[in-house]
C-alpha cells in the first residue's frame, strides 16, 4: 500500500512537469511568432521613405527643377560651331516718327519690359498741329452739312465734306500719330488742343534694347528712336564651313551653350546660301528659347549642330539620367510626387541618350537638379529625421 502511494505521488510530479515544459515551449513560440512593439516599429521604419519625396509644382519651381516629357528623337552626330546671339528679328520693332519732330517726353528707359500699346516718347511737330486744326475744322464743317441733310445742300457739297474730314483724319494716322488721340481730340472739338503733341507707343510687348534720343532733340523722319524685342527666344547666327553646310538641313536639331554653363535646346531655321566673303564660311540660324534670360545679343557662344539621320527613339538629356545603386536612373513626376526610376539606356549622341526601357512615352521626367533630387532621395532612405 505504502509502495502504491509512492507510485501515485511519482506519476503526479512527472505530469505536472510535463505540463510546465509544454506551456513554456507555448509561450517561446508565441514570443517568435509577435515581436515586440519596439521590433514593430523598427520594422516599420525600414519600410519608409521608399524611394520617393513629395514636391509641389510652385516648390520644384523654386529650386530650378525642370522637367519634359518623354518622347521620341533622332539620335545623330554633331560638330560644334562658332556663333554669335543676336535678337529674333521677327520679334523685334523699331520705332521712328514720320514726320519731322522735336522729343519732349521720355517714357521709358533701356532694358525695361513693356506691353504692346505702352507710351514710349512723346514729340512735337508743327506738321502735326497743322493737321489736327485742319481735322478740327473738316470734322465740325461735316458734322454741319450732315445734320442739314442731302434735301438741304447739294450732293456735290455733301460728298466734299464728308471725304475732306476722311482726309484730314487719315493724313494725321499717316503722320504718325494713335487712333485713340485722334479719337480724343475729335471729342474734345476744341481747336486749342491742337497743339502738335503726340505719342508714339509700343507696337508689340518685350525689352526695350535701344532708345537713341535726347529730349529736346529735333529728328528727322524714320529716324529709329526705340527698338524693343522680345526675348523669349533669340538667333544664333553659327558659322559653318563649306562642307559642313552640307550636312545639315533647315530643321536640325541644335543646341547652344549659355554663359550659365547649361546647354539650351533649339533648331536650324534658315541656311545661307552665300559665303561671307571676308570668312569663307555660311551662317547658320538657329532659334533657342531664352526664358531664363541666359543670352543676350552681341554674346559669342559655341553652337552644336546635329549632321545626319537615324532612326527615331525615345531619349533624354544626358543630365537627366544618374547612377543610383550602381543603375542608371530618371526622376518621374507624377503629381507632387518624384520618385527614382531604373532605366535601360542604349546609344548617346549629342547630348541625349536612348531609353531602352523603364519608363514611357508621354512620362515626365526631371532634366534639372538631377543631383539635387539623388541626394535628398538618399536622405530619405537612410531615414533621417526618425532618430538615426
Known amino acids: 500500500m505504502r509502495n502504491f502511494r509512492k507510485l501515485n505521488s511519482g506519476l503526479g510530479l512527472a505530469i505536472i512537469a510535463l505540463g510546465a515544459l509544454t506551456v ?6 508565441d514570443a517568435e511568432q509577435k515581436p515586440s512593439s519596439a521590433e514593430q516599429s523598427e520594422e516599420g521604419h ?4 521608399g524611394g520617393h519625396i513629395e514636391m509641389t509644382a510652385a516648390e520644384r519651381s523654386a529650386k530650378g527643377i525642370k522637367s519634359i516629357a518623354l518622347g521620341k528623337r533622332q539620335l545623330t552626330g554633331e560638330f560644334i560651331a562658332p556663333g554669335e546671339v543676336t535678337a529674333n528679328r521677327y520679334r523685334t520693332a523699331q520705332v521712328a516718327p514720320r514726320i519731322s519732330a522735336q522729343i519732349v517726353e521720355r517714357h521709358i528707359v533701356r532694358g525695361e519690359k513693356v506691353e504692346e500699346g505702352a507710351p514710349l516718347v512723346t514729340l512735337s511737330s508743327v506738321e502735326m498741329a497743322e493737321a489736327q486744326g485742319a481735322l478740327i ?4 464743317e461735316w458734322r454741319r452739312v450732315r445734320n442739314l441733310g442731302r434735301d438741304v445742300v447739294s450732293e456735290k457739297r455733301y460728298v466734299e465734306a464728308e471725304v475732306a474730314r476722311q482726309q484730314a483724319h487719315a493724313k494725321l494716322l499717316s ?9 480724343a481730340l475729335l471729342k474734345s472739338g476744341d481747336a486749342s488742343k491742337a497743339t502738335g503733341r503726340f505719342i508714339l507707343f509700343a507696337p508689340q510687348s518685350g525689352t526695350v534694347v535701344r532708345d537713341d534720343f535726347t529730349l529736346g532733340e529735333f529728328v ?3 529716324r529709329v528712336l526705340v527698338e524693343i524685342s522680345d526675348e523669349s527666344t533669340v538667333w544664333v547666327e553659327a558659322r559653318l564651313t563649306a562642307e559642313q553646310a552640307q550636312r545639315i538641313a533647315v530643321g536640325a536639331s541644335a543646341r547652344v551653350k549659355s554663359s550659365a554653363g547649361h546647354w539650351e535646346e533649339g533648331e536650324v ?7 561671307d566673303e571676308t570668312t569663307r564660311t555660311l551662317m547658320a540660324r538657329v532659334e533657342i528659347g531664352n526664358e531664363d534670360d ?3 545679343a552681341g554674346q559669342f557662344v559655341d553652337a552644336a549642330i546635329a549632321a545626319g539621320g537615324g532612326d527615331e527613339t525615345l531619349a533624354l538629356p544626358e543630365r537627366a539620367v544618374v547612377l543610383m545603386d550602381g543603375a542608371p536612373t530618371v526622376f518621374r513626376i507624377e503629381g507632387d510626387e518624384i520618385e527614382p526610376v531604373s532605366v535601360e539606356t542604349g546609344a548617346a549622341s549629342g547630348g541625349w541618350i536612348e531609353i531602352a526601357s ?3 512615352a508621354g512620362d515626365e521626367i526631371v532634366t534639372e537638379q538631377t543631383f539635387l533630387l539623388k541626394s535628398l532621395i538618399q536622405k530619405t532612405k537612410m531615414g533621417e529625421g526618425h532618430g538615426h
Request: aromatic residues 6%; proline residues 3%.
Open 294 to 296: 541666359d543670352f543676350h
Open 46 to 49: 525600414g519600410e519608409e521613405g
Open 220 to 222: 528727322d523722319p524714320g
Open 358 to 360: 523603364g519608363v514611357s
Open 269 to 275: 531655321i534658315q541656311l545661307q546660301h552665300a559665303l
Open 24 to 29: 513554456a515551449g507555448c509561450g517561446a513560440s
Open 137 to 140: 475744322i473738316n470734322d465740325k
Open 175 to 183: 503722320f504718325g500719330m494713335a487712333e485713340q488721340e485722334v479719337a
